[in-house]
């Protein structure tokens, strides 16, 4: 997610101490409308990851904002953070984020195009690894009615779907032989290295995917 340019809000930034003299919190970050709370009627919650604030890393154009507690809510595609004066969280605009990381490692891009997918949204997804393609994860949630007598309307269903991105170019993933062909692999080799480190799609496709943009660079 970082880059050369990048640089290091607190770390590297100039003239950091005057601007914190007269702007505490760093106005890229506080400056989005104010998020709505999903429905209480709704079973589960729309977050992915954890549903309390913490602390993460979010990159805006190529500055990087360490400790900045985060939320990211899948249901919506947003980013959300927390407004130290208001005390509200607030909306990050999508389109502002070069990139960002949550606490439990993993990591998020903006990333513009692939309108003909359905859940796009706003086009942030999770980068699983990089090689000559980028394997990218869309984790997103929908509602599903409930019929039953309940104190809810509605249940949080979390979905994920998977690509290969390479020159803007995003490539659907839904089974193995679809990214070992995409990835140009010779699929007999391919598929003996797997079994050898005991990969495989249907059981776990983010590490099956990390593993191959990873071989991809050696062919």
């Not at 998977?162 to 020159?167: C, G, I």
């Amino acid at each position: 997610m970082s880059n050369g340019y990048s640089q290091v809000a607190g770390d590297n930034l100039a003239y950091l101490p005057e601007y914190q003299a007269q702007l505490p919190y760093f106005q890229e970050l506080i400056t989005g409308g104010q998020y709505a709370e999903a429905s209480r009627l709704i079973q589960g919650n729309p977050y992915f990851g954890s549903r309390q604030f913490e602390n993460g890393t979010l990159t805006i154009n190529g500055i990087v904002y360490p400790e900045v507690p985060l939320l990211y809510d899948s249901y919506l595609d947003q980013v959300v953070t927390f407004h130290p004066i208001f005390n509200q969280k607030i909306l990050i605009k999508p389109e502002k984020i070069d990139g960002f990381v949550l606490s439990n490692g993993s990591s998020f891009r903006f990333i513009p195009g692939n309108s003909d997918f359905i859940h796009n949204q706003n086009g942030i997804y999770e980068v699983l690894g990089s090689g000559e393609f980028t394997a990218l994860a869309k984790r997103y949630k929908s509602t599903k009615s409930l019929r039953e007598m309940s104190q809810y309307d509605a249940v949080f269903l979390e979905k994920v779907a998977f690509f290969l991105w390479k020159n803007e170019t995003f490539y659907p993933v839904s089974k193995a032989n679809q990214a070992i062909a995409i990835l140009g692999l010779n699929p007999k080799e391919t598929k003996k290295q797997l079994r050898a480190a005991g990969v495989n799609f249907r059981q776990n496709p983010e590490r099956f995917l990390q593993f191959l943009v990873t071989k991809s660079v050696e062919k």
